[in-house]
């Protein structure tokens, strides 16, 4: 585009090159917005503006969607998102691993995992349309799109999580999941491998996926064991989702334990080949340590766990198990009864398992970040610039524009984000500005809650979030509603 223009509008970046999220080849393009919406791209030199920001030298792409979240108390206690904004993500899919702070009014304290969402005060949305209510009363920085926990649903409905559902209690957990749905929630999650849901069989899980079908909702799964029994996980996941009819998305894929690394050629070719029938997508975190709630048995055929939070004994939180137990002159096991309830990270992949798996066709990024954790694992602060510096720029894994395709285009379509995750004409102003030749995760194991380098600015609909290394206070976000 190249005639002059007697409009106005907002905002017009100028210089950079564009990559617009579709996997094509970046181009020289200015970028031209107006309200929440980009306008037009291409050659806009007469085109008039309110404000120009000049992005020579940078990349300019869609904001980032983080696929795999646990922040949907984040977005209510610690609406400028700072750990997300500063890495470029501009929208968030929360409710994962069957864990979602609604529908659920809790009168007890929540058992794990649900309790790395917060305590009994924090579970107070008895329905997903008092949860929706509130991020619209006060709007974060950055759009989030949830779905309902599995796990979430259980504590709403039974007295005894340790067992299967009856079927009046899958009813029950239907009816809600319901109504989750008909208020905007994306879809449903499962955390298949957690206390609350282990007891939960394939029929359960599938009787609830099956309310998915008519509205188009995604199912999300923590599969049932992502260790020695992987491919049956994945071959459950895959039954499920195909009785059911609906797309599936294995969540944070790996193969964990010593015992089974280099097994991500299986799973990846059996995933590679489900998804000639089927709709089947996974995401990835750019790292070899896991991070959860601390579990005796997530802790087998785990060489280190570093302790990120403990409710009896906060002062141990940043430091490894082993050291604890030294300290205490105890058994590591005792040590671990001790600090309960608390979180922990695990040292339990394979660096190739990890490469093959992002290097996997359209897989998603997702950093499974935990915000409230007193030592969070590095993903929550680094995930999207570790992939852009390490894996794309410095390792060659891909090309910048597969890493932010998967980034954004992928994800918006698979999760149904309309107008997300693309710079084009009629999409919604959510852009980050970086440089490829920067860009770089900063946080790490010993200091965790450090902003990333390389990303100079970030919009969501049209405002900008975060400039010059820190957030402007603004909080344009959205909940994102499933149309």
């Known amino acids: 585009m190249n005639e002059n223009y007697n409009s106005l509008c907002d905002i017009l970046i100028t210089g950079g090159e564009v990559i617009d999220g579709s996997g094509d080849a970046r181009h020289r393009a200015d970028v031209a917005i107006t309200g929440d919406r980009i306008t037009a791209v291409g050659d806009l030199s007469g085109l008039h503006a309110g404000s120009t920001i000049d992005a020579a030298g940078l990349i300019v792409a869609p904001g980032f969607i983080d696929a795999h979240t646990h922040d949907d108390r984040a977005v209510l206690s610690g609406p400028d998102m700072t750990n997300k904004i500063s890495q470029g993500v501009t929208t968030v899919v929360a409710g994962n691993c069957g864990v979602s702070l609604a529908p659920l009014s809790l009168a007890g304290d929540p058992p794990p995992p649900m309790n790395l969402l917060g305590g009994r005060a924090d579970y107070v949305f008895p329905t997903m349309a008092d949860y929706v209510a509130a991020v619209d009363a006060e709007p974060p920085a950055l759009n989030i799109a949830m779905q309902a926990g599995h796990s979430t649903l259980r504590a709403g409905v039974m007295d005894d999580l340790a067992r299967p559902a009856t079927a009046d209690e899958i009813a029950r957990m239907a009816d809600r999941l ?65 009785e059911a009819g609906v797309r599936v998305v294995i969540s944070h894929h790996k193969c964990s334990g010593f015992r089974n690394f280099g097994r991500s050629r299986e799973t990846l070719a059996l995933i590679a080949a489900a998804q000639a029938g089927q709709d089947v997508h996974l995401d990835v975190y750019p790292y070899i340590a896991s991070s959860t709630v601390l579990l005796p048995s997530f802790m087998d055929d785990c060489p280190r766990v570093l302790i990120t939070w403990s409710e009896p004994h906060p002062e141990q939180a940043g430091r490894d198990i082993a050291d604890i137990a030294a300290d205490w002159g105890c058994p590591i096991e005792e040590a671990a009864d001790r600090l309960l309830p608390a979180g922990a990270i695990y040292f339990q992949m394979d660096e190739d398992d990890l490469r093959r798996i992002l290097a996997f066709p359209n897989a998603m990024i997702g950093s499974d970040g935990l915000p409230h954790d007193e030592k969070p694992h590095p993903r929550l602060w680094g995930t999207f610039p570790r992939v852009l510096g390490h894996y794309c720029r410095d390792i060659g894994l891909f090309s910048l524009e597969e890493a932010v395709h998967r980034m954004t285009g992928v994800a918006a379509g698979v999760f149904g984000l309309e107008d997300r995750g693309a710079v084009r004409e009629g999409a919604y102003a959510d852009i980050t500005l970086f440089d490829k030749d920067k860009v770089i995760d900063v946080a790490d194991f010993a200091d965790s809650k450090r902003p990333s380098a390389g990303i100079e600015l970030v919009m969501v609909n049209g405002r900008a979030v975060w400039r010059g290394g820190e957030w402007t206070g603004n909080r344009p976000g959205r909940l994102h509603r499933r149309s």
Do not use: N, Q, W
């Open 178 to 242: 319901d109504e989750a749905l008909d208020a905007g929630a994306i879809g449903f999650s499962t955390g298949l491998a957690y206390p609350t849901a282990i007891d939960a069989p394939a029929a359960e899980v599938t009787a609830l996926v099956k309310r998915l079908e008519a509205c188009g909702g995604v199912y999300t799964t923590h599969m049932r064991d992502e260790g020695d029994h992987v491919i049956e996980s994945i071959e459950e996941t895959l039954e499920t989702a195909r």
